[in-house]
């Protein structure tokens, strides 16, 4: 009896896969609002109703290809933090600025479907929210750790914002100072944005060396969130913040 689970299991993680990656280039080709599963069905040779007892919905279908994206691009996150020594804080943000920006351009679809304009009538469940904070909270825990440490450049707050800015850090980091949270969250709208740019085409005819300018839109975002390079130098050779 074993064995036979064991092989439904098998069998149904490679016919999930097959659904998914169908998914996908359907994604790359009409785009999410249009995603199918009749369609996804019909290219896999799956009769409708099968299809439906792996992914009841289209929104079923639509959370889990959000949830392997952000999962991806976590991962892949994760892996260039890593590589960076821990005490050099700022690096280790550029780092991962960097691996986001790389991998927004390797998966540009993907990077739409979660970055991108929302899919009418779809909204993301709660299920999705530890997959899409993988990233957040590496910038967290990088502040966090300099603001442990050696410390990060405070900033001022006008008083409008304080409030705001007392909530923001109740939710998200308690242990950092308000200031320093507003400065994140700023931060890492400001990340998106630039990869977003890139990608969606904006940059056009108005960036055309982009890869020393994100390194160097990066080194300045650190410096933003308080961040100092430890190094003579910024990584492979961008301005120091604020120089």
Avoid: N
Avoid at 18 to 38: N, P, T
Wanted: charged content about 20%.
């Amino acid at each position: 009896m074993s064995t036979a689970r064991g092989a439904r299991a098998r069998a149904r993680t490679e016919v999930t896969a097959a659904i998914k990656d169908e998914a996908r280039r359907q994604l790359a080709a009409e785009g999410a609002a249009r995603l199918s599963l009749r369609a996804v069905a019909r290219e896999l040779g799956m009769v409708s109703s099968a299809l439906y007892r792996y992914f009841p919905s289209r929104d079923d279908l639509l959370t889990a290809l959000i949830i392997d994206a952000y999962d991806s691009l976590g991962e892949t996150a994760e892996a260039a933090h890593a590589k960076v020594s821990d005490a050099d804080h700022a690096q280790r943000w550029v780092a991962v600025c960097e691996a986001v920006r790389g991998w927004a351009l390797a998966h540009p679809h993907e990077y739409a479907l979660i970055y991108g304009s929302p899919v009418p009538g779809y909204i993301a469940p709660d299920t999705t929210v530890p997959a899409a904070s993988r990233v957040g909270l590496l910038f967290i825990g990088i502040v966090r750790d300099a603001h442990q440490g050696p410390g990060v450049v405070g900033s001022r707050l006008p008083a409008e914002l304080e409030p705001e800015a007392r909530r923001m850090a109740a939710d998200l980091a308690p242990d950092l100072p308000p200031a320093t949270v507003v400065a994140l969250v700023a931060a890492w709208a400001k990340l998106f944005g630039l990869v977003g740019f890139e990608l969606f085409g904006q940059f056009h005819r108005v960036v055309e060396d982009r890869e020393p300018f994100f390194r160097h839109a990066a080194a300045q975002l650190a410096h933003d969130v308080g961040l100092v390079f430890t190094g003579p130098t910024p990584p492979r050779g961008g301005s120091k913040p604020g120089s």
